[in-house]
């Protein structure tokens, strides 16, 4: 259990909490926004006769998958994404949720536009409290009570799904999921080194 230390007559805080999120994983998700400064040499091709704003519409209502492959195109292309309002701020307010869908590879399952709305929001989605979490496999807000007791958010192996549900393995690709990231989890600290395709519970 974590330390807890006691700041005044009323208020203590909890030292040292381990709750295996993906808030620091910068090393394994690098983004690149800001760091490229130089002129554009090349345009958008066609697209260059669409208006920014309808353009940047457009970008707003692609998955975050898409937009990551987009701005790739050039450093015309990666400007105009940088230059989106919601997804700038995205970056500057939430940038572990970015990373967070890349690393999973859940990045293609919901927008930009949804990423953002979601992230304004406070209230957890199963229980209505305080929600200072983000389940980025299906893109929900959710308390840490939630986030570690409700069994909508643990999710399942393929071969679970296929015991407990009894699905044919041909309807597991149709079904939110995820690729786990290496590291130390649980309180024992048991180290996971190959990525495992993760099932989302309630989907199932």
Sequence with gaps: ??????LSESTYTFLSIIDHTLDDIESLCRLDNG?????????????????LEVLQMIILRLDIQSITHFRRVNRRAGLVVDQVP?????????PAS????????????FSCQDLYDK??????DSCGDFGGYLYLVTCRRVCFLCFTEK?????????????????RPKYLAKL???????????????Q???RITLIDHSAA
Excluded: W
């Design 1 to 6: 259990m974590a330390a807890i230390q006691q």
């Design 35 to 51: 760091h490229d400064r130089r002129v554009p040499c090349y345009g958008l091709g066609s697209l260059e006769i669409v208006p």
């Design 86 to 94: 919601q997804y700038k701020q995205i970056i500057v307010h939430a």
């Design 98 to 109: 970015i990373r967070g869908c890349l690393s999973i590879r859940t990045g293609f399952s």
């Design 119 to 124: 992230l304004r929001t406070t209230n957890c």
């Design 151 to 167: 069994t909508d958010y643990l999710p399942l192996l393929r071969s679970d799904v296929i015991r407990k549900f009894g699905l």
């Design 176 to 190: 939110p999921s995820f690729k786990s990231v290496p590291g130390r989890y649980s309180s024992r600290g048991i």
């Design 192 to 194: 996971c080194r190959r």
